[in-house]
């Protein structure tokens, strides 16, 4: 097991701020290259890392691929970077494949779309309350656009942290573990962990991933640096630009609760039209695969169980395999099938097909993102991952917006996947006996608001990124 390097590491890898309830992320766009250098090498030193949970306040810095470029590392040191990242969340291809069509196309996107302004850098900014946050955005601003080389394009608020999500139900409970940090060590100790330790290559660059292989990760032939901030590669002479970085993932999230709510009331009343608020609550877990305290459906399937809140060690093949009980296009059996997957589902290879197909989840809800959207809800959905084409685009694609996951037919996620368009709809099955329940036209819950992939470096690539000498001086 490789010993994580915590020093040079962004802090919201391993601690994710859970005692931060407050946040906010600031979009900045470059507008000259080398005052924004200056700025954010300013800022680099404030950077939180890996080593401790922060107490107060946290910051953390992360770039898109265009950003990067405009930092100094020009087209052909971009070549250790996957093409998804290069090429960016909204290339037309990348769009369709995501289902980020229709009314989600990025042309509609509040911000990192082709009809807003680019965006370049990310700050990611926590505080424990509302005080210490409007401090931390006051000096960050103060430093990032005092000469002018970076200008604020939006900022993104978020609700204070709570443990649901605004559809109402409790979130953050399937998080995996990451192989090397003390809570995946004590949970292996106490015969906790099940299935949900990973290895660290899933999420950081530069460490063993499930394949038992490093990740493909940027890595500059030697006159890229000669001041030597970088580690070196495992030649020992390229410099490692990856190393204890990972990819952001981030997209804003609109959720319709209305919406949501007001299906399941009129999918459940009952023949003489009047409501049925304990129908209307278990579809609504049904769909999610949790009752809205947490318990999942597969360990207590007629009603919600305080004492399962944060239960996660379960499967579904053993226990539930025709989904009688979690219904099989339920949300979390879809975002991770667990040791239901082929060749062998229930086996311990389905279950380390699963692990290679892991996010960690870093988003925060939002009850008005700071934009002027007043009375809005939603999620700001961010993930890291090592892999964003392997983990979290496979997800999406695969598993969430495949109306055919499972063996279904035209059922994609009933939470969150998009309609193609205005005419398209789709169905929620429940597996029963004798005969199975289908609800129909389902509309969509979920909408995209923006979204871009960023490189999260670590604090030595930080630093090389933000050096105030340019890159080609190093040529």
Not at 124 to 141: F, H, I, K, Q
Not at 241 to 255: A, I, K
Not at 289 to 309: I, N, T
Request: charged content about 25%; proline content about 8%.
């Amino acid at each position: 097991m490789a010993t994580l390097d915590l020093d040079d590491m962004q802090g919201l890898i391993p601690r994710g701020y859970s005692t931060l309830r407050r946040a906010s992320f600031l979009m900045l766009t470059i507008n000259d290259p080398t005052s924004a250098r200056a700025a954010l090498g300013e800022l680099t030193p404030r950077v939180t890392s890996g080593r401790a949970e922060p107490s107060d306040t946290a910051m953390n810095l992360a770039f898109t691929s265009d950003g990067i470029r405009l930092l100094g590392l020009d087209t052909p040191e971009l070549d250790g970077f996957p093409e998804e990242f290069v090429s960016g969340m909204t290339d037309p291809n990348r769009s369709r494949f995501l289902g980020d069509t229709g009314e989600n196309a990025p042309r509609y996107w509040r911000w990192g779309g082709p009809a807003t302004p680019p965006v370049h850098v990310l700050a990611l900014l926590y505080a424990r309350d509302e005080a210490r946050l409007g401090r931390l955005e006051e000096g960050v601003r103060r430093v990032a656009l005092a000469t002018g080389g970076l200008t604020e394009l939006v900022r993104l608020g978020t609700a204070e942290l709570t443990e649901h999500e605004p559809f109402g139900f409790r979130d953050g409970i399937s998080q995996p573990l990451i192989e090397g940090l003390p809570k995946a060590t004590a949970a292996r100790a106490h015969g906790t962990a099940g299935d949900e330790v990973v290895k660290a290559g899933e999420f950081i660059l530069g460490y063993p991933n499930e394949y038992g292989l490093l990740t493909d990760r940027p890595l500059l032939p030697p006159p890229h640096d000669s001041a030597g901030l970088l580690p070196r590669g495992p030649d020992g002479t390229d410099a490692d630009l990856g190393y204890n970085g990972s990819y952001l993932v981030f997209r804003q999230l609109h959720q319709d609760v209305d919406a949501f709510w007001g299906y399941l009331e009129e999918a459940t009343r009952r023949p003489d039209g009047s409501r049925d608020p304990a129908a209307r609550d278990a579809l609504a877990a049904r769909m999610v695969g949790r009752w809205p305290g947490g318990a999942p459906l597969v360990r207590s399937p007629q009603q919600d169980d305080p004492a399962l809140a944060t239960d996660n060690d379960f499967g579904y093949f053993s226990t539930d395999r025709d989904g009688l009980r979690c219904p099989l296009g339920a949300h979390i059996r879809r975002a991770n099938p667990r040791d239901s997957l082929d060749p062998r589902p229930g086996s311990a290879e389905s279950v380390a097909i699963g692990r290679r197909h892991r996010i960690l989840r870093r988003g925060r809800a939002y009850a008005d993102d700071g934009t002027g959207s007043e009375g809005e809800r939603g999620l700001h959905f961010l993930c890291l991952n090592a892999n964003i084409s392997r983990q979290f685009e496979f997800i999406q694609h695969t598993w969430l917006n495949n109306p055919n996951f499972n063996g279904l037919y035209d059922s994609p996620d009933p939470l969150v996947a998009p309609h193609r368009n205005h005419r398209s709809t789709f169905t929620f099955t429940e597996q029963a006996r004798p005969v199975r329940i289908r609800h129909l036209d389902l509309p969509q819950f979920v909408s995209v608001r923006g979204g871009a992939y960023f490189f999260l470096p670590g604090l030595r690539a930080l630093r090389f990124l933000c050096a105030a000498t340019g890159r080609g001086e190093q040529r």
